[in-house]
Each structure stands twice: as structure tokens, then as C-alpha cells.
């Protein structure tokens, strides 16, 4: 497994990280997602993802029960704040009073003393955003967290924040969390310059565009019951529909030829593919299962041949 720093951190994240969106859920799937995450702790994964809204706060119980018992010193945790978690105005958002709040019911549904990595899973327009800095600041403190990061941010709201922290002295974000991946290119404009120069490292989320580029939908049969794109992903199913669309499957055919031909699986060239570039400090992939981890956490020391990331290019940009 490939190591790299998130950011400008010394802190050593396992390229392919595992997140805990939809999978991570309670009741009889639970039992599925620990053997996962165990599965991917002994492959070499040290980065886990989860957020407080995932499943209502289940995928951050989960999470904590799969990693009960492993050496604490030895893997990362990072989780989110944002996103509602109830009805109330006080219930989202970015101020210091939720971000209080919810930390401490995060230690508590993962059953850990410290949080590696915090992260805002989006931007709050609504509160200021030093009230923010200062509150993450003030948590790395107290111990309750080690680092804090942003999630879907845009360049100028880290540039505003990296440099309001390093004018006051105060702790400032290490990554930056952001949809990448062959099929999801966006970043590549503004926020990703912004990331290198400012030495944010981004986690990459859904770098298998949720499942499609492993090459398991074709564009002429309907999706398998039990995959992602036959149960729907909820508030981002127009994304879903999006990488299914019959165009977008036949040219990830073509591009799982290529892969085939330079001797890997798509997932593999796919995750590649995002960390060829140096600034993704890690690809956060999901997983329903310790084989989907085993076949994804194979990339992890990979070196492919940099042609089949130009033929990726060719064949997905265009789509
Ligand atoms: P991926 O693009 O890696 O998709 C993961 C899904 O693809 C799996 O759940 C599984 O779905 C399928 N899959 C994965 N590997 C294989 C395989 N080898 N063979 C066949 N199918 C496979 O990432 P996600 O969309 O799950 O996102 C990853 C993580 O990113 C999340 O868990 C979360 O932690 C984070 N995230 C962050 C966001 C943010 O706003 N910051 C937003 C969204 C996600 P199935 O088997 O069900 O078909």
C-alpha cells in the first residue's frame, strides 16, 4: 500500500481510503460492513470515512464497533459536520454552537476519545467563516480532534480560510474533500490548482462514480438487483443517472477494454487514475463487501503505464 501525506500534514494516509456512505448502515447489513472495514484495516487501509448525517449517525456507530478493539495508534478516523441532523435551525450549519455540539455525539456514536481528521462537509454561507476556523481551532486544542479539513469547498472560500488561519496563528484545514474521479472532472479547473498551491491535499470522493467505473453496468441490460444504481443513492440520484446513461456505459466498456489490455481491472485503473495526480492525498472508495474492498485495494501499489491513463482520457473525456 502507498502512503501519502494529507496536505501539508505529516500524517501518513493510506492511498485508498474507506468510506462508510450508504454501506455503513444498522441492523442486518451491519454485520457486512465490519467484516468490510476489517477486511480493508488488514489490507493496509488507515483511512476511514463516515460523516454524522450517513444513515442518521448509524454508519459513524458502525464504523466504531468494525474498529473496536484495533490499535488506535494505528488508523484514522475522519468524519463530517454540516449537514442537518435535525429540524431546528440550530441543527446545521458551520457555527461553533452546532460544531460543539456534534463533535462531542460524534466521539460518542464512534466510541473513540479523538477524531484524526474533522471536516466541514460543506460550505455554510450563513456563518462566518472565522467563527468556523476558530471553533476547529479550538477543538485541535482540547484534543477532541488532530486535524480539520474541508468538503466540498471552492477555491476562493479555502483560499479566504487558509489565509484568515495563517494570519491568526490558528490551525488551518489539511484536506480538502471533493468528487473526483475519470467520469467527475470539475475540479481539475479551479479547486484542484488551489489545493496544490495552498498544499490542501483532496480526498477524493466516489472515484468509481459510485460503482460505474468498475465496469459492472452495461448499457444494454437493466442494473443487477442489490447494486447501487437498482436501490438508488437518494438526494444524488440525477448523478446516478447521469454515469448510467447508455452513452457514458459504452465508452466505460471501452475503457475496461483498455484497462484489460494494460493488465488491470477498471476499478484498479480507475483509482489510478485519480492519484496520478499528486495533490489527491487518498481516493475515499466505498465497498459493499470484503471482495469489492480486496479488488479496489489492489490498486493500492500499482504503478500502471502512464499511456493508459492518456487512452482513459481519450475515451471517458468526451462523455
Ligand atoms: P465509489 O465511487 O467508490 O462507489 C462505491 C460503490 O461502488 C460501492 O458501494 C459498490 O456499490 C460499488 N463498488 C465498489 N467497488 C466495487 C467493485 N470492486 N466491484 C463492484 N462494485 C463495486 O464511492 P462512493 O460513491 O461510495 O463514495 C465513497 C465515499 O466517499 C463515501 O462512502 C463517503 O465516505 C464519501 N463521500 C463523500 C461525499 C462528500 O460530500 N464529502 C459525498 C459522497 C461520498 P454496490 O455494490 O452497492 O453497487
Request: charged share 25%.
Amino acid at each position: 500500500m502507498e502512503f501519502r501525506t494529507l496536505g501539508g500534514s505529516g500524517a501518513k494516509a493510506s492511498v485508498i481510503a474507506l468510506g462508510t456512505w450508504l454501506s455503513h448502515d444498522g441492523g442486518e447489513s451491519a454485520h457486512e460492513a465490519i467484516k468490510t472495514t476489517r477486511r480493508a484495516y488488514e489490507l493496509g487501509v488507515n483511512l476511514f470515512d463516515t460523516a454524522n448525517e450517513y444513515q442518521h449517525g448509524r454508519a459513524e456507530e458502525v464504523l466504531g464497533e468494525a474498529l473496536r478493539g484495533v490499535r488506535r495508534e494505528s488508523f484514522m478516523v475522519a468524519t463530517k459536520v454540516c449537514y442537518p441532523m435535525g429540524d431546528t435551525p440550530l441543527d446545521s450549519g458551520l457555527s461553533r454552537k452546532h460544531i460543539m455540539g456534534q463533535v462531542d455525539l460524534s466521539l460518542r456514536r464512534l466510541g473513540l476519545d479523538y477524531i484524526d481528521l474533522y471536516q466541514c462537509h460543506d460550505f455554510d454561507r450563513e456563518t462566518p467563516v472565522d467563527e468556523t476556523a476558530r471553533a476547529m481551532n479550538d477543538l485541535v486544542a482540547s484534543g477532541k480532534i488532530i486535524y480539520w479539513g474541508v468538503s466540498n469547498w471552492d477555491s476562493e472560500q479555502l483560499r479566504r480560510v487558509v489565509t484568515l488561519c495563517r494570519e491568526r496563528n490558528w490551525v488551518a484545514p489539511v484536506t480538502n474533500q471533493l468528487q473526483y474521479s475519470a467520469l467527475w472532472r470539475l475540479i481539475e479547473k479551479r479547486i484542484l490548482p488551489t489545493c496544490r498551491e495552498l498544499d490542501v491535499g483532496v480526498l477524493s470522493w466516489s472515484p468509481l462514480a459510485m460503482g460505474v467505473l468498475t465496469g459492472k453496468y452495461t448499457s444494454g441490460a437493466p442494473p443487477e438487483s442489490g447494486t447501487r444504481a437498482h436501490k438508488g443513492v437518494g438526494k444524488l440520484d440525477w448523478l446516478l443517472a447521469k454515469f448510467t446513461d447508455p452513452q457514458v456505459l459504452r465508452a466505460v466498456e471501452t475503457a475496461r477494454s483498455a484497462a484489460a489490455e494494460a493488465g488491470l481491472s477498471l476499478a484498479e485503473a480507475a483509482v489510478r487514475w485519480c492519484l496520478r495526480e499528486a495533490a489527491v492525498a487518498s481516493v475515499v472508495t466505498g465497498a459493499s463487501s470484503p471482495a469489492q474492498v480486496e479488488q479496489n485495494v489492489a490498486a493500492g501499489d500499482l504503478t500502471p503505464p502512464v499511456d493508459l491513463f492518456d487512452e482513459i482520457d481519450r475515451i471517458l473525456r468526451p462523455v
